[in-house]
């Protein structure tokens, strides 16, 4: 199986708007990625509006060839704009105003009959849905439970105890978790922390076939360029079945 690589283009946004301008501009970047080996462009339209900005989705979608991934918390606002824009999927993530970056997973398990609501509307809307979650069974089986399509693991955890080689009961803990969410019809995904050294042993989980990465290519791409920062990552991704 051929894996993919949706390359976030959040933190170019965080990059314009520490000056409130014009530059770098996401949907250049998007553009880029594709031409290096993108298989699709993810961005986190937030509540705050603190990186990605309505007219940035409507420039996408014109711009973006291969699929755009919608992250979004499941409020009436994110739900309608997702029905306008229409893009190929949407991840459902949490937030909290006051985090820098997403902590953590939804608690699907307690919030099943609002997920299973916002998951139903989105998938009558044509969109594929995706649940974001830290890699636990029940939240595996509740994702099922409300008809999502597919989960996309958390692996901020496995990341912060890779950095001193303790990242095995990590790793052993999202390998049961993607198992037993293509084992019941799921699909799945993986992200948060990843770079060019910390997801070779997430790229060894079969059943893992998509990988969403955004702040290690965005911070790489200041010393090589943005588009060998995305050419390295998809080139890792998508040589990885030929290797094993």
Do not use: W
């Amino acid at each position: 199986m051929r894996k993919r690589l949706g390359v976030n283009i959040d933190h170019v946004a965080t990059l314009r708007q520490a000056r409130r301008g014009n530059e770098p501009d996401p949907a250049a970047a998007a553009v880029i990625a594709e031409l290096s080996g993108a298989d699709g462009i993810t961005v986190h339209l937030r509540e705050d509006r603190r990186h990605i900005q309505d007219r940035d989705l409507d420039v996408l979608k014109e711009v973006v060839r291969t699929r755009i991934n919608l992250e979004m918390a499941a409020t009436e606002e994110m739900i309608g704009i997702a029905a306008r824009l229409a893009p190929f999927s949407s991840t459902l993530v949490p937030e909290k105003r006051e985090e820098v970056t997403t902590e953590g997973g939804l608690d699907v398990l307690g919030q099943r009959k609002t997920l299973h609501e916002t998951v139903s509307r989105l998938r009558e809307a044509g969109i594929f849905v995706s649940l974001f979650i830290d890699p636990d069974l029940e939240q595996v089986r509740a994702s099922r439970q409300v008809g999502a399509d597919a989960i996309e693991i958390h692996t901020g955890r496995f990341c912060e105890a890779f950095r001193s080689g303790k990242h095995r009961g990590e790793l052993e803990l999202i390998a049961v978790a993607a198992s037993q969410a293509a084992n019941i019809g799921l699909k799945v995904f993986a992200g948060h922390g990843l770079d060019l050294r910390n997801i070779v042993p997430i790229l060894s989980i079969p059943v893992i076939e998509e990988f969403n990465i955004g702040h290690s290519i965005v911070s790489r791409a200041i010393f090589v360029g943005f588009g060998q920062a995305v050419r390295e990552m998809a080139d890792l991704v998508h040589g990885y079945a030929a290797q094993a």
